[in-house]
Nanobody, 126 residues
Framework: VQLQASGGGLVQAGGSLRLSCAAS????????MGWFRQAPEKEREFVAG????????NYADSVKGRFTISRDNVKNRIDLQMNNLKPEDTAVYYC????????????????????WGQGTEVTVSS
């Protein structure tokens, strides 16, 4: 599957952005999807994930209550609605996918994800 992320930009603290990730192919609903982010000089970290059907989601503690992940298996896309943005949310955001089945619903480490989008930059000014 090929992934294309979009929607990043510059926003003031307290503002909102909506990221999208479009996927190619006809088997999108066989992939668990996730959003990760990487700030300068920091490791890539898990932000949010969603299972194949969209029935289960998971969030990093730092974004719970502010970010919402969703997916549309007809349009082959996932979104990340980001509200009440903070300067510490500044990073390049990546969408990612994997198709294997694990004992947990959603992986939170980047190592298990097989496919990655190119990243979209989010900058939150104070």
């Amino acid at each position: 599957v090929q992934l294309q992320a979009s929607g990043g930009g510059l926003v003031q603290a307290g503002g909102s952005l909506r990221l999208s990730c479009a996927a190619s192919g006809r088997t999108f609903n066989t992939y668990t999807m996730g959003w990760f982010r990487q700030a300068p000089e920091k490791e890539r970290e898990f932000v949010a994930g969603i299972t194949r059907s969209g029935g289960v989601t998971n969030y990093a503690d730092s974004v719970k209550g502010r970010f919402t992940i969703s997916r549309d298996n007809v349009k082959n896309r996932i979104d990340l609605q980001m509200n009440n943005l903070k300067p510490e949310d500044t990073a390049v955001y990546y969408c990612a996918a994997y198709s294997r089945t694990y004992t947990i619903p959603i992986l939170t480490t980047p190592h298990g994800y097989d496919f990655w989008g190119q990243g979209t930059e989010v900058t939150v000014s104070s």
